[in-house]
């Protein structure tokens, strides 16, 4: 088979770019028959496409935030590359398929996001993606998607049969580790201008994050532990993340929230080994990587009970109400200060974590891609 896959979010260090970068790096690991087109964003990263023969680069000059010029090449120009490629299979991982090219076709669609609230998404990219996907879905011959969750979805709001979707979780980064190097975790450390014990949050600071009723959580907690802890927010500041600023300093805790931005790849699996705790507040997310990298590496987590994130975390985490700050805090303050229960959500997250593997997502990608060449189910 010619297997092209899309991988023009592989840029990014969060979501998407994860999912792409760990099933193409496995895919080479597995599957040394197949000649695979990786398209790729010029100028991007592409380290994670192995180096054998029968892994292929193409670079598009089109810039990813420029959705018009972006959304033409896919329509337009795509198809041509495909028929010239003797492509056999297209993978999009973007949410959109080129609906006019004759090749069969898979869509991962990790989440509904865009038509499950205005207030997660802006109005115009929201209604661009919401047609996008809805063609894409229809047009496509299977769809992957992350949790059993985000598929109910799926068959809901865009009325796809369920026979079309294929639930295939995610693996974690083998960098995401217990690390024992302690020149490497202070140097991290003093790099984020971070001197104290923390709770830690990673993801994207946008409304559907809920980091204000976090913030708002962690100002609830009693004195001393306010005194102890800093909450350290990791990600790129997005979408109104100016809410985030206005609670933190409606509440006086300037000095206490500490924002890294983006971090280096390297140093993420080294904060998550210094957190005390990962709080994960979110109110919708397709699947939610980081409560199983922070497991991997031996960090407690609490997390919402919306969504899909009870069934990625299973028994191993904490669940609250991310609507219930009250909740929130109960919860976090119960962890930080019960070495008993600490050590219980440790042990059962290193145990939780053996459900989940990048070979595993792999093959049963491969697998995918085997039965819609053949119109065959795998036995």
Same mark, same amino acid.
């Given at each position: 088979m010619h297997i092209a #896959?899309?991988?023009?979010?592989?840029?990014?260090?969060? &979501?998407? &770019?994860? +999912?792409v970068r760990g099933i193409v790096s496995n895919l080479g690991k597995i599957d040394k028959e197949n000649e695979y087109f990786i398209i790729l964003n010029k100028g991007g990263k592409d380290n994670f496409v192995p180096l054998q023969d029968n892994f292929h680069k193409i670079f598009t000059n089109i810039t990813y935030s420029d959705y018009l010029k972006r959304d033409l090449w896919e329509q337009v120009y795509l198809p041509n590359l495909l028929n010239e490629n003797r #492509? *056999? #299979? +297209?993978?999009?991982?973007? +949410?959109?398929?080129?609906?006019?090219?004759?090749?069969?076709m898979v869509l991962t669609i990790f989440d509904m996001i865009s038509f499950l609230s205005s207030k997660w998404y802006k109005s115009i990219s929201r209604y661009r993606v919401q047609k996008l996907l809805n063609l894409s879905a229809k047009r496509a011959d299977k769809i992957i998607t992350g949790s059993e969750n985000s598929k109910k979805d799926i068959v809901n709001i865009l009325g796809i049969p369920e026979e079309k979707i294929k639930v295939i979780y995610i693996g974690v980064d083998e960098e995401y580790k217990i690390i024992n190097d302690q020149s490497k975790l202070n140097f991290v450390k003093a790099k984020y201008s971070i001197s104290k014990k923390f709770i830690l949050h990673v993801g994207s600071m946008n409304p559907r994050k809920n980091i204000p009723r976090l913030i708002e959580a962690y100002g609830k907690l009693p004195m001393q532990l306010l005194k102890e802890y800093r909450l350290v927010l990791v990600g790129e500041k997005g979408w109104r993340s100016n809410e985030i600023l206005a609670k933190i300093e409606q509440l006086g805790l300037k000095n206490s929230v500490i924002f890294t931005g983006l971090v280096e790849d390297? *140093?993420?699996?080294?904060?998550?080994?210094?957190?005390?705790?990962?709080?994960?507040?979110?109110? +919708?997310?397709g699947f939610g990587i980081p409560p199983l990298e922070a497991m991997a590496c031996g960090v407690p987590v609490v997390a919402s009970n919306a969504s899909s994130i009870p069934e990625v975390v299973g028994d191993a985490a904490l669940l609250f109400d991310p609507y219930n700050v009250e909740e929130m805090t109960a919860l976090i303050c119960e962890v930080l200060t019960d070495e008993e229960l600490r050590d219980d959500l440790v042990k059962r997250g290193f145990e939780h974590m053996k459900h989940f593997s990048w070979e595993k997502a792999a093959q049963e990608t491969l697998a995918v891609y085997n039965e819609i060449f053949s119109g065959r189910k795998p036995e």
């Open positions: #896959i899309d991988v023009r979010m592989g840029h990014t260090r969060v &979501g998407m &770019g994860v +999912y #492509i *056999d #299979i +297209y993978h999009g991982t973007n +949410y959109s398929l080129p609906l006019f090219a004759k090749t069969k390297d *140093d993420l699996p080294l904060l998550m080994n210094e957190a005390s705790l990962l709080a994960f507040p979110s109110l +919708y997310e």
